[in-house]
């Protein structure tokens, strides 16, 4: 009988202690996943990399990420720096860098859990549509959700909702901006980028160039408990201009 084959690869694991460095015998058994990304995350291990992954991350690592930048608004240069001191607080530039992977990995990450908690995780015929990765208030009333589907007092459960902007979220131009890729592309708050671009696009006013890809928000809220309104949230690309609003009032639907 000939001898399975019996590879291994010199993988990079990031763990919440530290950044360790084995070598990975992949398994080649009859009945196994052949891919190599598959059996990393049967493991509990995310890859880097689908086709030949040489970096892998933990999944206690990934959400100890998340609580660090929601809890201590950590960055990912800070929280890997932690994690190269834990490794070597002698000489941390030995350890590989790995900031660049963890970037696109936590992304990847927190898009994969935002999927599962809202349902579509194992669903991958039905997509999420605008503004089903989104929770609205709890507190307002929802047909169907918080309240009978029909109630004869409409008036009595009225959702009342402002509109503001915020102009110290601005972003910059990117160099390439082709390589951004939207993972929530109008189902989560922001609303959807090509309808959006396709709306300002026909407004008859003036457009002035800038450096700046968005100059602030706008956002649609509750004006009781100021909780966001899924689809709602748009860039402003010079000022509170009426044509921005105009959309945000078409396409309320909570």
């Not at 709602?232 to 396409?251: A, E, H, M, P, Y």
Request: glycine content about 6%; hydrophobic content about 40%.
């Amino acid at each position: 009988m000939e001898a399975l084959p019996h590879d291994t690869t010199l993988v990079t694991i990031v763990h919440s202690s530290r950044v360790f460095i084995h070598n990975v015998a992949w398994c080649h058994c009859q009945d196994s996943v052949f891919k190599q990304h598959l059996q990393l995350l049967r493991a509990g291990l995310f890859p880097a990399s689908s086709t030949w992954p040489k970096t892998a991350f933990t999944f206690e690592v990934l959400d100890h990420f998340l609580i660090d930048s929601l809890e201590c608004k950590t960055s990912a240069r800070s929280f890997f720096e932690k994690l190269t001191r834990l490794t070597n607080n002698a000489f941390p530039d030995t350890v590989p860098d790995q900031y660049h992977e963890l970037m696109r990995v936590s992304c990847l990450w927190r898009d994969l859990k935002n999927h599962k908690w809202f349902g579509f995780g194992h669903d991958m015929e039905l997509g999420p549509g605008p503004g089903d990765l989104a929770l609205f208030c709890p507190s307002c009333p929802q047909p169907g959700i918080n309240m009978p589907l029909l109630w004869e007092q409409k008036w009595l459960v009225m959702k009342r909702l402002v509109v503001d902007g915020n102009f110290t979220a601005q972003h910059m131009n990117m160099w390439e901006p082709e390589l951004d890729i939207f993972l929530l592309d109008g189902s989560g708050y922001m609303v959807m980028d090509s309808e959006y671009q396709a709306h300002l696009a026909s407004a008859t006013e003036s457009k002035e160039k800038s450096n700046l890809r968005a100059t602030g928000v706008g956002a649609t809220a509750c004006a009781q408990h100021g909780c966001f309104v899924p689809h709602s949230i748009v860039d402003f690309q010079k000022g509170k201009r009426q044509v921005t609003f105009n959309l945000l009032c078409d396409g309320l639907t909570c």
